[in-house]
Antibody
């Protein structure tokens, strides 16, 4: 059974940083792309960033470019999201997701497993 | 930007058929996925590549995509299907989600 467990969320002030982690199990982590998707309170889903299985290709939403960095450690089966320069509008539940293929793009831009999410709250 | 338009809400009686639409320019040229999110839970994938149902998803869920509209159809809707549904595509090196449709079963 696929399990994705996020951690690292919390309350921070505007301009500060956070690093989210996602521990994966139940599948061959190094064979699949992974992504982060967020959901602001009471709002819809918003894709943040995706990374290929090997970690050599990254795709970022415009809202993440220059501030957020996705990475992975295939030896630890762990996905990360480094978030710098946080803004109030970044307040959301951040979900770790497993992509359906090894690339997070094109036909691979599909999320077949989701974690329970970690809440990031940015105050002004 | 590329916008996926969904109706905010759809209502259906138990046992009836629910149809949730997702509209965008030339949508038929893209693969559409659908996610179900029950209140307080994480989303789950119910349809991908327009028509494919992942393992474990009941066969009352089906999808189609033609012209500018993709449709998620739930045949014989059950109370447990009450949830928000989001469509999604890959476009221009980015993932795009629709705004979501709240399905009420009453």
């Amino acid at each position: 059974e696929v399990q994705l467990v996020e951690s690292g969320g919390g309350l921070v002030q505007s301009g500060q940083s956070l690093r989210l982690s996602c521990a994966a199990s139940g599948f061959t982590f190094s064979s699949y792309a992974m992504s982060w998707v967020r959901q602001a309170p009471g709002k819809g889903l918003e894709w943040v960033s995706g990374i290929s299985a090997a970690g050599d290709s990254v795709f970022d939403a415009d809202s993440a470019k220059g501030r957020f960095t996705i990475s992975r450690d295939n030896s630890l089966d762990t996905l990360y999201l480094q978030m710098n320069g946080l803004r109030v509008e970044d307040t959301a539940i951040y979900y770790c997701t497993k992509n359906i293929f090894s690339l997070p793009a094109g036909r691979g831009g599909v999320f077949d497993s989701w974690g329970q999410g970690t809440l990031v709250t940015v105050s002004s | 930007s590329y916008d996926l338009t969904q109706p905010p809400s759809v209502s259906v009686s138990p046992g009836q058929t629910a149809s949730i639409t997702c509209s965008a320019d030339q949508l038929e040229n893209k693969y559409v996925s659908w996610y179900q999110q029950r209140t307080g839970q994480s989303p789950i994938l119910v349809i991908y590549e327009d028509i494919i149902r992942p393992s474990g998803i009941p066969d009352r869920f089906s999808g189609s995509n033609s012209g500018e509209t993709a449709t998620l159809t739930i045949t014989g809707t059950q109370p447990m299907d009450e949830a928000e549904y989001f469509c999604q595509v890959w476009k221009s090196n980015s993932v795009v989600f629709g705004g979501g449709t709240k399905l009420t079963v009453l």
